[in-house]
């Protein structure tokens, strides 16, 4: 194998083998760059084309109706999501096709052909009904990755009613936070979910939220693990009871393109996570879009995205894109190292996956474990790989690229956001060649810049700023759940003209834009994103903590590890069992996913002197770098600084 140091060094670009360029959907950068042009010369023909592909009851009057920051695609056309998901293809040879191929943790199988997963979504979608749920009114589904979680989401999308997915990972509290923001009327759960080799108490901690949550009148309970759990009787139903009862046909709501398809929960830079809504067609057009030229796909491919269906990425390469384009999705379960570190690969293996999609952490934690276990599986399947969540360092990109690749697969590093609903920046695999760290170039009508802090676009390749996007493409948000004004404030007030993503990029002589990452007070842990006001609400609700300020500090496999600068109460002293109490706490208040790595005790915090925390020194401070840099001439008392550093 080559060394990897003198690779980099090389700064090589890697060309679509020509095996794959000629037989990919789009074969070189001259088709790219027509496609590009006409897509941002002319929107409405580019998207219109697209979406006629896809199944409307009515067509659209307008493409596209732009009254900054406010779009609307595709504006009266009427259409149904899962209908163009199941319907559309079970009237065609692929009603016998595997729509999903599932593995739980433990070893099941399940496979779900398009006809199985079309009757079982209407079933459901029947129960719903019978439940009282209709057009317009919340879901929330909090579940492990079972079949029964994409059949909830496209039950939801067939009667019109918004589901809210919350990831499985979260806390009760979590969970209700987020039921209560949506005032969801039904929540979906599981009586639990298996994570390396334990069962996840999906239904206890559903209880526990449903106390605080009077907007929920009815719990439909998949049965997952069978550990006996309680049931409310009126309140809580069994999934397998109710759909036994019903009929298996079940119409599509007719759905203005404009409405509401889901809300999905993310962090921002203030405590309150926002949720973030997606509306039917634009949504619907844009993943089917990117899912079927970014990854490349074809009706024989067997396609494997790790994520799990609580965040974006589930949503929309799990669920939504693969199955409107028709292809076979794999849904997986559990932990990538149950019950040893070779789990995914034996799956690559035993389901012959093609196209594999993952995210830079899950890499790192591979490459520790080390060559021995992928090279144990025979991985030629593979013909496409991927990356998504936070930017990919060229170390296990190269990496990724010798051994799972094996050298023959383009790998496709996908930037975008919960809020884009589609990939905004990567390469194309057959058209472009891929840079080690970059993501690429803009897919079809985004129209990417990078800005300085005045607003001025940055044009120098090398010089990083500000990413901002000044076109409006058909997935993007349409508001934040229930507060415009936040919508507004959150991503189109630092600049009058262009959305703003809160991240830093910057673009070389080739147009490639490298992603540097979160610029505000968002934090990126294994691909997840956390912000840290919610971090510091979380420590302060502790009865000991008076002040909590929580910073990112680099780490090899999370990206970001998660330090917390605390200040106690006169009554506490710092101890280890504080320093463990307050980490579960976080964890419980949150989720696992946000349990501080480490806990410092601090008389004071660095601030300003009119009173903000300090955040940079603290960041440099966490790093363990000794000495300070920057700007402190508005600190308000240096001897902080020293004690934090000093560890007191
Ligand atoms: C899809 C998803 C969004 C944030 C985003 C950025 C980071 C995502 C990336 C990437 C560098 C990539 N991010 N993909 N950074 N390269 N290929 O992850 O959505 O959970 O909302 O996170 O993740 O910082 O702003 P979400």
Redesign the pocket.
């Known amino acids: 194998m080559e060394r990897i140091e003198a690779v980099l060094k090389e700064n090589r670009r890697f060309e679509p083998p020509e095996e794959f360029r000629k037989r990919a959907r789009i074969q070189s950068e001259a088709e790219y760059e027509a496609l590009y042009r006409e897509s941002l010369e002319d929107p409405e023909a580019f998207w219109g084309r697209v979406a006629e592909e896809l199944h409307w009851f009515e067509p659209w009057t307008q493409v596209l109706e732009w009254n900054p920051p406010h779009a609307r695609w595709f504006v009266n056309g009427k259409t149904n999501l899962s209908y163009n998901a199941l319907d559309r293809h079970v009237a065609t040879w692929r009603k016998n096709k595997a729509a999903i191929i599932w593995e739980g943790e433990p070893g099941e199988e399940r496979v779900l052909t398009y006809h199985d997963l079309w009757r079982e979504v209407q079933r459901f979608a029947n129960a719903l009904k019978q439940l009282g749920v209709g057009k317009g009114d919340r879901v929330t589904i909090y579940m492990p990755m079972i079949p029964e979680t994409a059949i909830a989401m496209l039950a939801c999308a067939r009667i019109g009613a918004v589901h809210s997915v919350v990831f499985g990972g979260f806390s009760a509290n979590a969970l209700a936070e987020r039921i209560k923001d949506a005032e969801a009327k039904l929540l979906i759960t599981a009586d639990g979910g298996y994570r390396r080799g334990r069962v996840v108490p999906l239904k206890a901690q559903a209880d526990e939220a449903l106390a605080e949550t009077p907007s929920v009148e009815h719990v439909v309970v998949v049965r997952r693990t069978g550990e006996a759990v309680p049931m409310q009787p009126g309140r809580d139903h069994w999934y397998h009871e109710l759909v036994e009862s019903v009929p298996d046909h079940c119409p599509p709501e007719v759905m203005d393109a404009e409405d509401p398809l889901f809300i999905l929960y993310?962090s921002g830079s203030t405590g309150k996570p926002k949720g973030v809504l997606h509306t039917t067609g634009g949504y619907m057009v844009y993943t089917y879009l990117t899912t079927k030229l970014v990854f490349d796909l074809k009706d024989e491919d067997t396609y494997w995205c790790t994520a799990d269906v609580g965040?974006?990425?589930g949503h929309s390469y799990i669920v939504y894109g693969p199955l409107v384009n028709g292809a076979t999705t794999l849904m997986y379960e559990g932990a990538p190292n149950h019950p040893e570190p070779d789990r995914f690969w034996r799956i690559v293996d035993k389901y012959g996956v093609t196209i594999f999609y993952t995210a830079p952490t899950a890499i790192r934690a591979f490459m520790k474990w080390g060559e021995a276990w992928p090279r144990k599986h025979r991985l030629d399947s593979l013909r496409l790989l991927g990356?998504?969540?936070?930017?990919?360092n060229p170390e296990a990109w190269l990496w990724y690229h010798q051994v799972i690749g094996q050298g023959r697969c383009p790998i496709v590093?996908?930037?975008?956001?919960?809020?884009t609903g589609g990939i905004m920046i990567t390469t194309l695999p057959g058209a472009h060649a891929a840079k080690p760290g970059f993501?690429g170039k803009p897919f079809f009508g985004v129209a990417p810049e990078i800005r300085d802090a005045e607003g001025n676009r940055v044009e120098t390749p090398e010089e990083g700023g500000y990413l901002v996007l000044t076109r409006p493409w058909p997935s993007m948000l349409r508001t934040v759940w229930g507060d415009p004004e936040r919508y507004r404030r959150q991503y189109w007030s630092q600049y009058p003209d262009a959305y703003f993503?809160?991240?830093g990029a910057r673009r070389d002589a080739d147009g490639y834009y490298l992603?540097l990452?979160?610029v505000d007070d968002v934090l990126?842990v294994a691909?997840?994103?956390l912000g840290t006001m919610e971090l510091e609400s979380a420590l302060v609700s502790h009865p000991d903590v008076a002040e909590a300020a929580v910073v990112g500090r680099p780490h090899p496999e999370k990206g970001e590890a998660i330090v917390a600068f605390v200040t106690l109460k006169s009554h506490a002293r710092p101890s280890e069992a504080l320093r463990e109490a307050l980490k579960a706490h976080v964890a419980n208040t949150i989720g696992p996913i946000a349990r501080p790595d480490e806990i410092r005790f601090a008389e004071a915090l660095p601030k300003t002197r009119s009173g903000k925390i300090m955040r940079r020194l603290l960041r440099q401070i966490a790093a363990g770098e000794t000495e300070i840099k920057g700007d402190t001439s508005t600190l308000e008392d240096r001897e902080v600084v020293e004690q934090l550093k000093r560890g007191e």
Not at 387 to 392: A, D, F, N, S, Y
Not at 413 to 419: S, V
Request: hydrophobic content about 30%.
């Open positions: 993310t965040w974006i990425t990356t998504v969540g936070e930017p990919i590093d996908t930037w975008w956001q919960t809020e993501a993503t809160g991240d992603i990452g979160r990126n691909g997840h994103r």
